[in-house]
C-alpha cells in the first residue's frame, strides 16, 4: 500500500514543548506513513536532527502581521507532495492549515491545542469556533484543556480526543558527559542538582523557583538550580537573582541543544508554573528515573502522584516549593525511589510509542 504523506504544520521547529511533540510524531510514525514538517516561519533548531533523519522540512518564511498569500503557498506545498493528511499545531497554524488543507483538497484535517491561556480574544474564539467545525479531529492534551476547549472556545466535545504527550527516553548520559556538564557548571563532586527546563515566560512563574531556592539556602541545605531555557522574562530573574545574592546557587543556562544531557546531572526536576497541560520536561525527567517537584495544574496529577514518584504543590507558593526540593535534596533514597516509580510510570503511559498509536488512530480513519 502507498505511504500516505502526513504533514505537521508548526510555527517553527524552535526548542519548545510543542515543537518537540510534533518532532517526535515525524519521526516515529510507522511504515504507513511518510511525513513531512512545515514551518510556517523559520525552520528552528530542531530541524537538523530531523533532516538528518531524511525528514524533509519546508520553511515559508512567514513575515511578521497578515500574510494573506500564506495559506495559497501552504496548499501549494500540500498539493505538490500529494498530502493525504493535515496535522496542525495550536491556534495560528490552525488557521493557515486549515484553509490549505480545504484549498488542496486534503482528507484529512487534525489539529492538536496544546494548553492555552485563557481568556482568548472574542475575534479568536470566533474564528476558532468556525474552524474547529471544518476540521476532522481534534486532539487535546490533557482532560483540563479539553474542558477549556468545550466551555470556552466552544469547540465541538464530539470531535475531541485525549492524548497525553509522549517523550522518548532520555539518553543515557557517558561518565565524560557528566563530568564535562559538571565542570562547566561549577558542580562539586557530591552536589546534588534541581533542574528546570522551561521557557522564561510568565506562564512558568519561575520568579516562585528563585524564591524557593532562596529558602532552600536559608535553611542551609546544598543543592544548585539550573533553568535551561530563554525567554522574555530573563532580566527580571537576573535581578530577582543578584538581590538575593544567589549568583552561586542559580544558573540561567538558556536555550541548551544539549538540554536532554542535563537530566544525566540532574538530582530533581521542579517546576513553578501557573498553569499548565502536561509538560514534556516532567516525563522526560520521569524517563531519566528524576523525582518531580511541580504546581498540580493542569494533568500533572496524573503523571506525578504526590508520595510516590514526586510532590505535588500549590501554584504561587514558595514555601511549600522550598520545603519539598529541600526534602528531597537531603534524601538521596527517597529520590532513587521516587525516580524509580516515575520511570514506571512513564513506561506504561507516556512513552513517545503510546503516543504515536493514539495518534495514528486517528490518521487512520482517513485513508
Known amino acids: 500500500m502507498e505511504q500516505v504523506v502526513v504533514a505537521q504544520v508548526v510555527h517553527s521547529l524552535e526548542v519548545g514543548g510543542m515543537e518537540r511533540v510534533a518532532s517526535h510524531l515525524a519521526m516515529n510514525m510507522s511504515a504507513a506513513y511518510r511525513p513531512i514538517v512545515v514551518c510556517l516561519t523559520v525552520k528552528g533548531d530542531f530541524a537538523p536532527m530531523l533532516e538528518e533523519a531524511g525528514i524533509e522540512v519546508v520553511a515559508l518564511d512567514k513575515q511578521p502581521g497578515r500574510d494573506l498569500t500564506l495559506p495559497r503557498r501552504l496548499a501549494r506545498v500540500f498539493a505538490d507532495r500529494h498530502v493525504g493528511i493535515v496535522h496542525v499545531h495550536n491556534s495560528g497554524p490552525m488557521f493557515t492549515g486549515t484553509c490549505a488543507g480545504k484549498l488542496a483538497g486534503v482528507k484529512g484535517i487534525v489539529v492538536t491545542d496544546h494548553s492555552r491561556k485563557f481568556p482568548e480574544r472574542r475575534s ?111 532580566p527580571k530573574l537576573e535581578k530577582l537573582i543578584a538581590e538575593y545574592d544567589l549568583a552561586d546557587r542559580v544558573t540561567l543556562a538558556g536555550w541548551r541543544l544539549d538540554s536532554l544531557s542535563l537530566y544525566g546531572i540532574a538530582s530533581v526536576m521542579a517546576l513553578s508554573s501557573d498553569w499548565e497541560g502536561l509538560p514534556m520536561s516532567i516525563l522526560e525527567a520521569m524517563s531519566a528515573g528524576l523525582p518531580v517537584v511541580s504546581p498540580g495544574v493542569g494533568d500533572v496529577p496524573k503523571a506525578v502522584v504526590n508520595g510516590e514518584n514526586g510532590f505535588l504543590i500549590p501554584p504561587q507558593n514558595p514555601d511549600e516549593l522550598a520545603e519539598a526540593l529541600a526534602g528531597l535534596l537531603t534524601d538521596a533514597n527517597q529520590r532513587a525511589a521516587f525516580g524509580e516509580a516515575g520511570r514506571s510510570v512513564w513506561a506504561a503511559r507516556y512513552s513517545v510509542g503510546h503516543m504515536m498509536g493514539e495518534y495514528e488512530a486517528i490518521y487512520e480513519r482517513f485513508h
Open 124 to 234: 479568536v474564539v470566533i474564528t476558532e469556533y468556525v474552524l474547529s467545525r471544518l476540521v476532522n479531529a481534534i486532539v487535546s492534551v490533557s482532560d483540563d484543556n479539553k474542558r477549556d476547549l468545550i466551555e470556552k472556545m466552544l469547540w465541538p466535545a464530539r470531535k475531541i480526543t485525549v492524548i497525553a504527550n509522549g517523550v522518548a527516553p532520555v539518553p543515557e548520559v557517558t561518565a565524560a558527559k557528566r563530568a564535562e556538564l559538571r565542570e562547566e557548571f561549577g558542580l562539586r563532586e557530591d552536589e546534588p542538582v534541581v533542574l528546570t527546563v522551561a521557557r522564561l515566560e510568565p506562564q512558568k512563574n519561575l520568579a516562585v523557583l528563585v524564591e524557593a531556592a532562596r529558602r532552600v539556602r536559608d535553611r542551609g541545605v546544598a543543592g544548585r538550580f539550573i533553568v535551561a531555557g530563554e525567554g522574555s522574562e530573563r
